[in-house]
Structures are given as structure tokens and as C-alpha cells.
């Protein structure tokens, strides 16, 4: 009797905590619902991962051992469920199809104005520590403007290889890289002066860039890092250019600073076939030294980096053995919650101007220009972060510029005495002069990142003195710049680009008849803001083949930036990319 008293005493017992446990827990307020994990892949360290620990280590410099509290925080987490926690029944656990992940795509395109893409991108995974990429493309137009005399077609094609190297010890980047740029001289500001040279002259332009570099970063030890870059540029009319590029980083803790020191050495040579005026041979040698010491400290509130940068140049363009000194500081102010932060810039350079980087800001200059070197005393920029929301960032910053010998393009005049038909005599071609030039203006860009895609807004402004010329020629007073990308559902993907470009002013030589263009004066003209608009939509059909349509220039048949090359509007692409492995 007393153990079936103590049996059913056992059983209330149980169906009590049955009650409490169970019952209570799903009636509760914050009831359990239906929850499905699926656990695609488990986290694995990467190298890359290094650089984000604090390279500043905090030691103990006391001979006491202290122990150190533990503080424990119970936060909510989220378990795979197997089961339906009203009923105790299992549950069918459904794992997520994963997206197919391809290494290579061959993509293909045609459109108006004769137009074509071929796109062709691969890799090939050595071992678990190499890896090499190759791209190949090839982008043209076929068909001229129809308001031009001359041919104003165009075509640029890339081949890239690409191999890396990644260790415990060490990482490296080698590749290999030819661009090549075809354009025409096809700006004219008065065709009639080609009347009668029509048939004689070929417009072409083939400007070649050939670049190999490499770059090693190691993780430990006293040497950082090691890069060296070479580029060979030539171009049809003979113009040779040989640039060589060698920089190293040395980094080692001083107590709580960091100190780097980076020396580097730059050389180019330049060949010209033909001076613009006297039809002479040109060239141009320059080597340039640099060494840098920058002390850094890290803290949670404000950290900062300064030092100076010292240049010594010889050879054409330097005089004197003059040492230039450069200042340089980096100030960061993190708030309490670190959402927002205020940074401050200051730093300098002399840089060298060749012919590979103006041509890559204007493709139609002359094969013969001016090089100097731009001196920049100050560059300082004071700027606000914030990260307003979760997915929207916000900068601000405002800069003020010092340069002497700032590069300027405006039109070369018309050579009434070229008998050779060189395409480039015709007023069509810019040269390159110089000046001291102060800029001072304000950045702004806003980033919303969303489940669906992206968007980011930039807006520049851009306001110069002068010091010879009346205008700092072709540099606008403002920019701005709208790009994103969205997933409009599955299968469809949507990206966007559209810019603005601002009233800057042009120069070009006022000549009469037969008047050498050496002695012409300078004349300007206002080039009027414009708005250039890129749209893209692709489709998948299959995780392996997609269907794109592009569209560039797309509302602005009469939109240009140079004066006098008007742009092919509006150009509409379609075609196919597929998708696969190497």
C-alpha cells in the first residue's frame, strides 16, 4: 500500500514538471515557431583574416599574475530544429539547393553600329597554394558617327594572366597585362581643311600598353612587403616609352608604434619620332628616388600615422639636386559607439607625367607632347563617416590641393604645311601644357546596401585658381555619379550607371590662313554639361546560360567630354554568356 502511495505520488510528480517544462513553454508569450536552419558551410580561417587582428600587441609588463574575471552573457541562439515542438512530431528537414559556383564563362555580344563583345575569363587551381587566371577581351564599334568625315570607329582588346601565390608565409600577385586602344582622329573643328586630303589620310590611332608586375606581401618579419612594375608603351607613330617601378616596405614595432619605412625608385624614357612644330625627334629620361617613415599608433578612440616623404629627381626635368619634402599625417577620431568617425589627411608627392598615363586620361592626344613633373605641395582633406543605419554609410569630405606643373589638355593648331597627311595636324589633337593650379572642393557619397542589391551616389564639386591660363581647361566644377545593381527577382538582374558631367572650358589655337600654330593665340569656347547613361539586364535561363542586354550613351546622341568627338547614341548590345568549369 505505501509503495502504490508512493508510485502515484511519483506520478503527479512527474506530470507536474511535465506541465511546467513543456505546457508553460508553449503557451508562453515568446511561443516556439517553425524554424528551419540549413547549414551551408562551416567557417574556415583565411589568411586574409590576418590583417584584421590589431598588428599593436598589449604586454604585461608586471611581475605580478593577477587572475582575470570571467563574465558570462547569455545571448539567444539559433539551433537546427528537428522536430514540431506543439506536437513532438518530427519534422521533414528540407536542405536549400545550392547555387551552382563556376570558375570560367565565355561571353558574346552584338549590337548597333556595328558593334561586338567577346568576353573570356578561366582559372586553374595548381594546388591548395596556387592559382592561375587568364581574361581575354575584345570590344568594338565598326560603324562611324554619320555627321563625321573621318572614321570614328573604335576597338579596344585586353589579355590578362594573372598568378598568385598563397602560404602560411607569404602571399604574391604576378601577371601579365596588354591593353590595346584603337581610336581615330575624327575630331575636326572645320572640315573643309580635309577637302582636297580626304583619301590621303588615315585617322588611326593604335596606342599599346604592355605591363608586367609583381607583388609580395610577407606576414612576419622585418621586410612587409616587395612590389616591382614595368610598362612598355608604344603607338603607331613610332613612340617608344619604358617605365620601371621598384618600391619595398620595411615595418617593426617601436613599444606602442608601428614604424614603416618604404624606399622607391622610378625611371622612364621617352621617345617622340616627331616634334609637333619642328618635325625633330624628341626624348625624355628621368629617375626619381623616394624614401618614406611613417609612425603609426592604433587605439579604440583615435589613431593616427605621420611622417615625411622625401624625393630626390635627376636628369631631364630636375635641376639643381634639389630634395623636396612632403608631409604627411593620417588622423582618425572614432566615436563611443564607433558608427561614426572624423578623419583628417595631409600628404604630397612629385609624380611623373609619360605618355602611357595622359593618353589613359585622354586617348586623343598627340604622339609628341610636353612631359614635366607635378609637384604636389599639399593635398589635405578633412571628412566625416558615419554609418547611419545598418546598410547606409554616409562621407563627407572637403579638400584643398596645392600643385605646380598640374597637366592641362587644349587643342594643337592646324599645320597648313603637312605634306605627310599626318592625321593629327588638323586641329584634331590636344597637347599638353602646364600650370600652377590650387584646387578646393567637397566629396560626397552616400552607400545603401540592400537584401536585393546596392546602390551608391557620389557627387563631386571642383573649384580651381589658375596661375598662367584664364581656366584649368577640361576639368569640370562637378561630377556625379549614380551606380548600383539589383536582383529584380531570381533569373533577372538589373545594373545601372549614370553620370554627370559639368560646364568646363576648352582652348584651341585661333588661326588664319597659313599662320604657324606656334604663334597663334589661344581661344576659348564653353563645353556644355552632359549626362551619360549605361543600363544592363541579364537574364538566367539556367544556372550555366544567361542572355544580357547593354545599352551605353543611351540619351544622349550629342554627349561628349572632348571637344569636337561626339559619341555613337544610343548603342544597344545583346547576346549570351555561359557558364562553366576549367
Aim: glycine share 4%; charged share 20%.
Amino acid at each position: 500500500m505505501k509503495i502504490k502511495k508512493n508510485f502515484i505520488s511519483l506520478f503527479f510528480f512527474f506530470v507536474f514538471l511535465f506541465k511546467f517544462l513543456f505546457l508553460n513553454a508553449q503557451t508562453s508569450k515568446d511561443s516556439l515557431l517553425f524554424e528551419e536552419v540549413t547549414i551551408i558551410k562551416s567557417y574556415q580561417p583565411s589568411l586574409k583574416n590576418v590583417k584584421k587582428i590589431s598588428e599593436i600587441s598589449s604586454l604585461n609588463d608586471s611581475i605580478y599574475h593577477y587572475n582575470n574575471d570571467i563574465n558570462y552573457n547569455i545571448i539567444s541562439f539559433p539551433a537546427v530544429s528537428t522536430f514540431v515542438p506543439a506536437r513532438l512530431e518530427p519534422q521533414i528537414v528540407k536542405s536549400k539547393k545550392k547555387s551552382l559556383e563556376f570558375d570560367s564563362y565565355l561571353a558574346s555580344g552584338l549590337g548597333n553600329f556595328k558593334s561586338y563583345l567577346i568576353e573570356y575569363s578561366s582559372g586553374l587551381k595548381i594546388d591548395r597554394n596556387q592559382t592561375i587566371e587568364w581574361m581575354l577581351m575584345l570590344d568594338a564599334i565598326s560603324k562611324k558617327i554619320s555627321d563625321t568625315k573621318l572614321d570614328s570607329s573604335r576597338s579596344s582588346s585586353l589579355i590578362n594572366i594573372l598568378y598568385t601565390i598563397n602560404n602560411n608565409n607569404y602571399n604574391s600577385e604576378s601577371q601579365i597585362n596588354f591593353y590595346q586602344n584603337k581610336r581615330s582622329f575624327y575630331g575636326l573643328r572645320d572640315e573643309s581643311i580635309i577637302e582636297k586630303d580626304l583619301n590621303s589620310i588615315d585617322p588611326t590611332q593604335n596606342i599599346n600598353y604592355l605591363s608586367l608586375s609583381s607583388t609580395w606581401n610577407w606576414y612576419d618579419g622585418f621586410l612587409n612587403s616587395l612590389n616591382f612594375k614595368s610598362f612598355f608603351t608604344s603607338d603607331k607613330f613610332k613612340t617608344g616609352e619604358f617605365e620601371l617601378e621598384l618600391n619595398s616596405k620595411f615595418k617593426f614595432d617601436l613599444s606602442d608604434f608601428l614604424i614603416n619605412i618604404s624606399p622607391s625608385i622610378n625611371y622612364f624614357t621617352n621617345q617622340f619620332k616627331k616634334d609637333f612644330y619642328q618635325g625633330d625627334p624628341e626624348k625624355t629620361e628621368s629617375w626619381k628616388s623616394e624614401l618614406s617613415l611613417i609612425i603609426s599608433n592604433y587605439s579604440k578612440k583615435l589613431s593616427y600615422k605621420f611622417g615625411v616623404i622625401a624625393n630626390y629627381g635627376f636628369m631631364d626635368n630636375f635641376s639643381g639636386g634639389k630634395i623636396f619634402y612632403y608631409p604627411y599625417l593620417d588622423l582618425l577620431y572614432k566615436s563611443s559607439s564607433s558608427l561614426s568617425n572624423v578623419y583628417l589627411n595631409i600628404s604630397g608627392g612629385l609624380n611623373f607625367n609619360n605618355f602611357r598615363k595622359l593618353s589613359y586620361s585622354n586617348y586623343f592626344i598627340a604622339p609628341t607632347v610636353q612631359l614635366k613633373n607635378t609637384n604636389s605641395d599639399y593635398d589635405i582633406k578633412l571628412g566625416y563617416r558615419s554609418l547611419i543605419s545598418k546598410n547606409l554609410s554616409f562621407d563627407f569630405n572637403t579638400y584643398i590641393t596645392k600643385n605646380k606643373n598640374y597637366p592641362l589638355f587644349i587643342n594643337y593648331g592646324i599645320d597648313y604645311f603637312n605634306f605627310s597627311f599626318l592625321p593629327y595636324k588638323y586641329g584634331n589633337s590636344f597637347e599638353v601644357v602646364y600650370d600652377d593650379i590650387d584646387f578646393m572642393g567637397f566629396n560626397l557619397k552616400l552607400t545603401r546596401k540592400m537584401n536585393f542589391g546596392s546602390i551608391r551616389l557620389s557627387i563631386k564639386t571642383n573649384h580651381s585658381k589658375t596661375n598662367i591660363f584664364k581656366y584649368a581647361f577640361n576639368i569640370p566644377k562637378y561630377k556625379i555619379e549614380f551606380v548600383g545593381n539589383a536582383k529584380l527577382s531570381k533569373k533577372i538582374f538589373f545594373n545601372w550607371e549614370i553620370n554627370y558631367v559639368g560646364n568646363r572650358y576648352n582652348a584651341f589655337k585661333n588661326q588664319f590662313l597659313q599662320q604657324n600654330p606656334l604663334s597663334a593665340n589661344l581661344d576659348y569656347e564653353l563645353l556644355r554639361n552632359s549626362f551619360i547613361t549605361n543600363l544592363e539586364f541579364q537574364y538566367d535561363f539556367t544556372d550555366k546560360w544567361n542572355v544580357f542586354i547593354k545599352g551605353k550613351n543611351l540619351f544622349g546622341k550629342n554627349n561628349y567630354f572632348w571637344s569636337n568627338y561626339l559619341n555613337q547614341s544610343p548603342i544597344i548590345l545583346s547576346g549570351l554568356k555561359y557558364n562553366f568549369n576549367f
